[in-house]
């Protein structure tokens, strides 16, 4: 009878969220499920410490610090300790040394050329742009190839001019300056390392069309010598009264929200799993829950957002602890129970016994 309750329980209850989850009718309560919970749930049935220990030491070997820190950071979080030979070998990595050599060199190639690989590279790279020096660079080739009627890309030139104008302080930006000119070179790094969908491209160009007014730009642009920095920068200064950023700025502002989860060069490796701003919003809701480990958990579950674990599988598994917990309460009870009677049932006939034996003493 025991054995029946539990495995009643295990099959009714996990079978009867299913069906509530295909039919909706939880939508309202997945909010409140800890998602935490669940990804660490996956985490464990799908991904083995050998896994974990052999992608650091494939990082390293390839010489991708940042993956082999990511995986360790995720070993960590699954309270999996790396195996000797991948920690000792992402040690031997970190030491001091080994980091100003390799950061050096990338944080000077992004800064000039705008572009990156590691870490340093993307940091130089958005460090640039915040000082607008990226912008002029990008306006003047970009412009260049727009007043010359050559193919060009209005990603790069309407965000760098967007760019520019936040930073002159010629668009009202509602106190979200600083953040909007993050997200501007996040943006732009991501577009020249190819981290950025066709899909969200598409959509981000019609975004800044909205922005800016590129006929006028090319008029403008036309009469300025664009290999001379300050006379573009005083020309497309302004020409920034004109852009209309009221569209483009929630964007650029929630690429904000990511960076400051998980850093630049995160922020523009993630630009991958991104189609539309629907996804946007998703990975950044997934940064703030997991910071730098986002990418690596993506890899490793192929699910791109929070609500993704809250899938049938991970909730029945989820519904199941809860089971196995009950179903060992409700054992634990009915043995308490019965323990009970069986301790009534021998006070009782050691009680009989008692009775039977008292007329015989008397007599």
Known sequence: MRAFVVVFLAIVIPGGLFLALEAGLLDAYLEDIPTETLILQELHATVSPEELDARVLEALEEGRQDDAEMYAEIAVYMDRPLGEDAAAALAASQTTSATVIRNTGSFFEGFVTGEGSDNASFAGAVTSDLTVIGDIRDIGSEGSKLVAGEEYSEVILGLSVVGLAVTAGTVASGGGGLPARVGVSLLKVAKKAGTMTKSFSKQLGRLVSKAVDFPALRRTLSDVSLSNPNATRRAVTAYADNVKSAEIFPVLAR???????????????????????????????????????????????????????KGAINLIRWALEWVWALGVAVLGWLGMAGGRRVLRRRRTRVAEARAAAQPNKLA
């Not at 701003?277 to 703030?288: E, K, Q, S, Y």
């Open 255 to 309: 690429m904000n929200d990511v960076q400051k989860s998980v850093g630049p060069a995160e922020s523009v490796r993630l630009m991958k799993y991104v189609r539309n701003t629907d996804d946007l919003d998703n990975i950044a809701d997934m940064t703030r829950t997991l910071g730098v480990k986002t990418r690596g958990v993506i890899l490793l579950t192929g699910k791109t957002s929070l609500r993704a674990f």
